[in-house]
């Protein structure tokens, strides 16, 4: 997949946002590219939801279970069982404005995506602040190859916007967006 391609959908991925403030920067779309010749077709989105009080609804588990749910309505454009969503899984590609932590790396893997294409690193969102375990999602890909398929995981070229998203939040020599305040802990 091009390059322009890929940074279109990572911009998409930006867009979902409900909200530059807190903790709501992280947000995914999921992407079918099986035709050649155009940018791809927006299946899902998906954006870091755990206000509800769920501390798992990361933006890419967000995607998922939204995915599940368009894929499988019986009067939807596809109407798929839950073994037609697990093929289709394999065929589209997740984007999302932050590396995928070790849980939603899993989720990636266990739904077996095809691609992954990440934004802000890890490493640079500990650099800014934000707690994350350490473990980068390309050795959850590496060390989850015995259950079958196989997931290409990509660093995207926009990382500079999605850092931008993330590095005013903890640090008050970035200005914040407007409406937006600072976590009460920075």
């Keep these: 997949i091009p390059r322009e391609i890929r940074d279109h959908w990572m911009k998409q991925a930006i867009e979902t946002l409900a909200s530059p403030c807190a903790f709501a920067t992280f947000g995914s779309?999921?992407?079918?590219?099986?035709?050649?010749d155009d940018l791809g077709d927006l299946i899902c989105t998906g954006a870091n939801d755990i206000a509800t009080g769920n501390p798992?609804?990361?933006?890419e588990i967000?995607?998922?279970n939204n995915c599940s749910a368009v894929l499988t309505e019986p009067s939807g454009r596809w109407g798929l069982t839950g073994a037609e969503v697990s093929n289709a899984f394999s065929k589209l590609t997740l984007y999302t404005t932050a590396e995928p932590c070790p849980m939603c790396a899993a989720a990636i893997r266990w739904a077996g995506f095809r691609e992954c294409v990440f934004g802000t690193s890890i490493p640079t969102l500990i650099e800014q602040g934000w707690s994350q375990i350490q473990l980068r999602a390309c050795e959850v890909f590496e060390r989850s190859q015995g259950i079958g398929g196989s997931t290409t995981l990509f660093e995207s070229d926009l990382d500079e916007e999605t850092d931008a998203l993330f590095a005013w939040q903890f640090n008050p020599d970035h200005a914040s967006p407007d409406g937006c305040e600072r976590p009460h802990n920075s």
């Excluded at 779309?29 to 050649?36: P, W």
């Design 29 to 36: 779309v999921i992407v079918n590219h099986t035709r050649d």
């Design 56 to 59: 798992t609804l990361h933006g």
């Design 62 to 64: 967000a995607a998922i």
